[in-house]
């Protein structure tokens, strides 16, 4: 007898239109808004409306939420963009919270150090120098380690943030004002020296126009550049790079250098910018969220800037919610949570397609 029997099969998509993969994704949003509503009321008893309302008032409810959502959007994108290359590269680069933190020690070295023997706008260049140097050193130490000893480039890079901490932790105490207040205080609160300069009364657009510039240079580097070919090639197969003469050390090195200067100056605007102080956790997670940015934005730079502006507005709406409605701080994680869920599921059936499949089977009955 014919049995019949419905079957899923998973098949990779050729490819999609990008409208396509965007409806899709749009989808997804608008499940997991039901998902939160539905959590929302189950949980609080609120209403969910309500609830969206507030997570938008609180990004861009004012000009100054504005102004802080574009702040923290910049430094999320600046880390996002130096994680990037290396990615490509199929290096996996877990290490941009320590880049971030020796970045912004440096900085704060110079300032400390500095801050009374130089000019203003020569003090800063040393800044810009040291904070790129100082994390593409860091960057470029388990790169080197991997092309000559084949080590495990994530393991390596994460351990490295560790010493990072630590590192910080000790210059901290070394530097702190007052002595045994265990932080050291706004650096050159009464001069000002080694501050970045402010454009006209918005305190944040310096950060935010130099990695507008930024967004537009790493993208001709990663798709017109010869380096940015090599790049792609020895993610590609470091077997072909080879016989094509691309030397994969050299890439592999110079890639990281970079990646670890771009997260040295996300350290130097978040020091010499904003903060003007350092501490253990002024990276604020970044560097491990960055990933998720540019994973999401299939390491096109421009696509970066919308998901890095989705993850900072659902951080700063969930900080909102806790506000506004008393709740804990840990319900607004998990709204963003849901959400996050449903976009990241929804890559795969943007790569995937689902097919059922009916087949009919013959049952050959033995006589024994």
Known sequence: MAKQSSIMHISKRDSLPWYGAWAIRGAAIVLALIVCAVVTTALTGEDPVGVYKTMFAGAFGTPRKLWILGQNLAILLCVSLAVTPAFKMRFWNVGGEGQILIGGLATAACMILLGDQLPNWL???VMVVAACVAGGIWGAVPAICKAMWNTNETLFTLMMNYVATQLVAYFVILWEVPKGAGKIGIINQSTEAGWLP?????????????????????????????QGYEIAVVGESERTARYVGIKVGKVIVRTMFLSGAICGLAGLLLVGGTDHTITTTIAGGRGFTAVMVAWLAKFNPFGMVFTSLLLVFLDRGASEISTIYSLNHSFGDILTGIILFF??????FISYKLNFLKENRKEEKKNV
Do not use: D, H, P
């Open 198 to 226: 402010q454009i006209g009364t918005y305190k944040y657009l310096l950060n935010i126009l130099v990695v507008a510039v930024l967004t537009v240079i790493m993208y001709f580097y990663l798709t017109r550049s010869k």
């Open 343 to 348: 976009i990241i599921g929804s890559e795969f």
């Open 123 to 125: 003090l800063i260049a």
